[in-house]
């Protein structure tokens, strides 16, 4: 077997560059708990943004919820009116799109944006919904036991762990 071999570091400059092209001076960032929250923190400070990024759960509107429960994030925290705003979601890896339509869900819980845009790290394929990143760093097959998950260290680097299920 095949050793998956990402830079998640290289990687992050590859989503900056995209991020930057993306962005207008209005543009708020919305990282998915817990991979996505980590960038969009990151892309908020390297980008020069004024304020803090926000960050969204999507355990309260998944639809596995009665198997997973809570704990799979944390809480959502949007520190600015999201009528109105145009809304970059930040994730770390898309998958099946199940999270992303439940994030969504949550985000019309605080308020109806005025357009909302998805950048991911990595896109894996896989689709269960039709959802599809307006950017995506990398394109990557992975085997279906396998999950693709963001790291990261106490100094604030990325890497990837890859998982066999």
Not at 139 to 161: E, I, W
């Amino acid at each position: 077997m095949s050793t998956l071999a990402l830079d998640a570091e290289a990687l992050y400059g590859e989503l900056l560059r995209g991020v930057r092209l993306m962005c207008a001076s209005d543009t708020r960032l919305v990282g998915i708990t817990s991979g996505g929250a980590w960038l969009a923190e990151r892309l908020q400070a390297d980008l020069g943004l004024s304020g803090k990024a926000g960050s969204i759960s999507s355990s309260m509107h998944r639809d596995d919820f009665a198997q997973r429960g809570l704990a799979s994030g944390g809480q959502t925290q949007l520190p600015f009116d999201i009528n109105g705003a145009h809304i970059l979601l930040l994730d770390d890896v898309l998958f099946t799109g199940r999270t992303i339509r439940a994030v969504i869900n949550e985000l019309f819980d605080y308020g109806r944006p005025a357009s909302v845009r998805l950048a991911v790290l990595v896109d894996r394929g896989g689709r269960e919904l039709p959802v599809q990143a307006d950017y995506s760093a990398a394109r990557v097959s992975l085997a279906a036991g396998q999950s693709l998950a963001l790291a990261r260290s106490d100094a604030g680097v990325f890497s990837f762990n890859v998982k066999e299920s």
